[in-house]
């Protein structure tokens, strides 16, 4: 057999993967449980640009957010398939000069960075320039990207003075993970990142419940503000996993005893206190309106379910949350593989109960309303629930075999 440069390189990388895995004791179920929803999902999407259903190729948030998960199970097991289906991915949309395909700045969306931020993994595992010229690209948004009064991103250039939770997870992140990468003015960048998550929580945080609204308005322009504080109407959950997931990311990015980094991890453990008492009992999963567990036509969602179970586990692991966690993240995970999944007759597994989206403002307008959030689409495999789960599978198994 003819050994190519790539065959060698994938070779390498999976010796690499392969080497952390056999570190690493495992139990087999959680593990399992990743490879067989990665698995299902290549055979459902052949290709990675096809997640959230897309019919034609467009970088975005889920798309990454997928690639970032199967790099995740790549370093676990090794198996260069999930490597591959990242990397055919990648460049297909990132040419040789680093530009991104259908990417454009000058929309100013914190969704379209995290689309890139697996990016910095393929830099590393390959070398290739154009890898770091992309996302180089995308670092640069961070100059110019719009911000409120008080110094919070906008969500996107079209929601004007906004902040919504979902943007803690798809910019904060990434922009500390590059300066930590590159070394590239790491306090300047750090003490942004953490006004960031600091401010956004002031804003968005209910004192009653513990947790936080899915966004606030500056400027209280939006029907969907409320003309006093700011906040949209109600607790939705994918925005509040959104937050977890970015919290317990930046965590472990930021260097301990940074400023405010006690600050970041104190909001970590509150809201993750505020969660467990709206758990559901019967399930061990969360409503998609999170603190209306009784009120006609909410459901127990798997996409904020996956997303806290990471942050959670996660959050343990790291010793960024209390051991008594750990079997809270155990109930969870458990109930949404009893709940929310099913065996198709192709023999794949498809997770189900996931509301396909949700936001603000927009046309036609979304007031964030209980009615709203849902009368949401709710589809099987959704990308925002096919990522998280797969890294929230991950976490439990390094949860288990690290008591």
Known sequence: MKITKNTLLILLLSLCASSLYAAEKTTGKYLNWATTIADSEIKHRPELWQADFVKKPKWDYTQGLVAKSML??????????????VKTFADF?????GNILTYKMSDYSLD???????????YHYTKEEKYLKAVQILRKQFDTQPRTHIGVFWHKKIYPYQVWLDGLYMGAPFYAEYAKTFNENTDAVYADAVKQFVLADSVTLDKKTGLNFHAWEETRNQRWADPITGHSPHFWGRSMGWYMMAMADALEILPEGYPQRDKIQANFNRLTAALAKYQDKKTGMWYQVTDLAKRKGNYVESSCSAMFV????????????PEKY??????????????ATQVNADGTTSITKACSVAGLGGNPYRDGSFEYYV????RNDDPKVIGPFIMAALEMNKLITSK
């Open 72 to 85: 995740m199970l790549f370093a676990q097991t090794g198996d260069s398939a999930y490597y591959n289906y």
């Open 93 to 97: 949309f990132v040419d040789s000069d």
């Open 112 to 122: 379209r960075v995290n689309g890139g931020k697996f990016l910095i993994d393929m």
């Open 310 to 321: 990471y942050a959670i586990a996660k959050g343990v692991n790291k010793g960024f949350l």
């Open 326 to 339: 750990r079997k809270l993240a155990i109930t969870a995970f458990d109930g949404l593989t009893k709940n």
């Open 375 to 378: 009368g949401e689409p709710i």
